[in-house]
């Protein structure tokens, strides 16, 4: 909307003229008529002019000081001078002055209408350069906890105050609806921010800090958009740039606490939230070793009653979006450090960005469920996986020791060998060969050793020993008896005879 002052000291001409711009357009509003320059400088509110039309002759400060004084202070706001034609002089001389056009009395209305037209373009064009460059610069000053102060000298508000809301909801149509809803308001200066997938930030500013009755206002507009999940948190109000991110994170908070709310349209300001009594206990922490356990041995229905309970704590303390998605990472990186096959086959299962999911959910619950479901579908898949390889896996692990039994074994890489965990393998390979893998190897090594007494009479103990893997000629003489009965020396002397 152009916004127009008439300047006249004849009233009948100002008021016409009032009344003829008025009847044109609801585009051009007249905000105020004065009888002379100085009763305009005196009364002067930027914010509600964007346009001047002055005669030139007046009795305190005429129209072309009062366009000099205009370009001084106030350089966007446009003049358009107008007076009879004996004083076209004059005229050169405002545009010299930076008027923006001349007008000869009695006004012209199609002149008059095609310069106003021309003027509300251009204001429009503007604006919206402006809006762009201020949205860029506002959505870096969101995300930075210490802006430069070059960067902060950069932007200048619309109004003295400000006031941050965070809309979420499950749709982008839902953010458009409500986007419509509140441009259509006449009373309102905003800028709108797109910071992710069903998420924006609305910068509403003011004269003055927004009280209840304008927030309760916000909240009747928003009401009109029926039948959809909405989640609306904002901020307290500020007047300072450098607080752009303090009052991003209140809103951001508020907003989030939507999803603990059985309501569909959900609205509260940061100052509405009820802080709860911090606890040092970390809800992961103290759940972390059980968790590693059951996941060590495919417990599948216990790692998912652990995260059950992780999730009813996060419930009781109304946690924020982002401390439910940490406790969400921490259970992913303790899955793919115990399950090697967990991270491709969880990536699989999740699809696009998890997080983003999560972020998207409009209640806790549906959170709960997103992540759960995808857990649980790996946790499955690893398990029949498994079940399915698990006598294959023995036979290799067999193979390999039969193949390999002289080098040093880890256990380790053994289950990396069969994509089984260390305790899992260990647990299989001794239900099926009923000795435990470091028994197995032993014997195998021996069954070698006593092979070499017999058949290799030229090679000594000590040189047999290293063969089959033991460096130590007395460990090698300790363990060969324990397990044969004899010493190596003493059962090459009998398979001698």
């Known amino acids: 909307m152009l916004q ?12 016409g003229l009032a009344r003829m711009i008025a009847k044109e357009s609801r585009e051009f509003q007249v905000t105020g008529t004065y009888g002379d320059g100085k009763l305009l400088l005196d009364e002067l ?8 039309i002055t005669d030139i002759r007046m009795p305190q400060i005429d129209g072309l000081e009062l366009i000099k004084q205009l370009k001084a202070t106030h350089p966007r706001i446009r003049c358009i001078l107008m007076s009879g034609f004996v004083e076209f002089n004059y005229a050169r001389e405002a545009i010299r002055s930076s008027a923006v056009d001349y007008l000869l009395k009695p006004i012209n209305k199609e002149q008059l209408f095609e310069l106003l037209y021309s003027l509300d373009e251009e204001r429009r064009l503007l604006r919206d350069t ?7 610069l506002l959505l870096t000053l969101l995300h930075l906890e210490e802006p430069s102060p070059t960067l902060l000298s950069g932007l200048t508000l619309p109004q003295p105050h400000f006031l941050l809301l965070v809309l979420k909801a499950g749709s982008s149509e839902v953010l458009d609806a409500c986007s419509i809803r509140l441009r259509q308001e006449q009373d309102g200066l905003f800028d709108l921010l797109e910071l992710r ?3 924006q930030a609305w910068i509403w500013y003011s004269p003055e800090p927004l009280g209840d009755e304008a927030l309760a206002a916000i909240r009747s507009r928003l009401l009109a958009v029926n039948g959809q999940q909405l989640h609306v948190g904002y901020s307290r109000s500020y007047s300072s740039p450098e607080q752009l991110r303090q009052a991003y994170l209140e809103a951001g908070a508020a907003c989030d606490a939507g999803i603990f709310s059985p309501e569909p349209l959900y609205y509260a300001g940061f100052e509405q939230l009820h802080p709860l009594k911090r606890t040092n206990v970390d809800p992961f922490a103290s759940r972390r070793e059980g968790l590693i356990h059951d996941l060590q041995i495919l417990d599948v229905a216990g790692v998912m009653e652990r995260i059950r309970q992780l999730f009813c704590m996060l419930q009781s303390q109304k946690a924020s979006t982002e401390q439910i998605i940490r406790v969400c990472r921490l259970l992913e990186e303790t899955a793919a450090a115990e399950l090697q096959e967990f991270e491709p086959l969880y990536r699989s299962f999740a699809g696009r960005q998890l997080e ?9 619950t549906d959170m709960e469920t997103t992540f759960s479901s995808v857990f649980s579908a790996a946790l499955h898949a690893i398990r ?3 079940l399915e390889m698990s006598g294959t896996a023995i036979e290799t692990v067999k ?10 074994s880890e256990l380790n890489a053994l289950a990396h060998m069969v994509y089984l965990t260390p305790s899992y393998l260990s ?3 001794k239900q099926e060969t009923g000795l435990t893998l470091t028994d197995y190897i032993i014997e195998i090594r021996i069954r070698k050793a006593k092979q070499l007494l017999k058949q290799a009479p030229d090679l000594k103990v000590h040189e047999i020993g290293a063969e089959v893997g033991y460096a130590d000629p007395a460990y090698f003489n300790k363990l060969f008896k324990r397990v044969v009965g004899v010493t190596p020396s003493e059962y090459k002397r009998i398979s001698m005879v």
């Not at 983003?356 to 806790?364: D, I, V």
């Not at 193979?399 to 390999?404: C, D, L």
């Open 427 to 429: 647990k299989l390979f």
């Open 4 to 15: 127009i002052v008439i300047v006249d000291d004849e009233v009948l001409i100002r008021e």
């Open 130 to 136: 402006e809006q762009r460059q201020r949205s860029g």
């Open 399 to 408: 193979r390999w020791i039969a193949a390999n039994y002289n080098q040093h």
């Open 384 to 386: 029949t996986s498994r």
């Open 45 to 52: 509110d930027p914010a509600h002019v964007d346009v001047v």
């Open 356 to 364: 983003e999911r999560l972020e998207s959910c409009m209640a806790f």
């Open 197 to 199: 997938q069903g998420r």
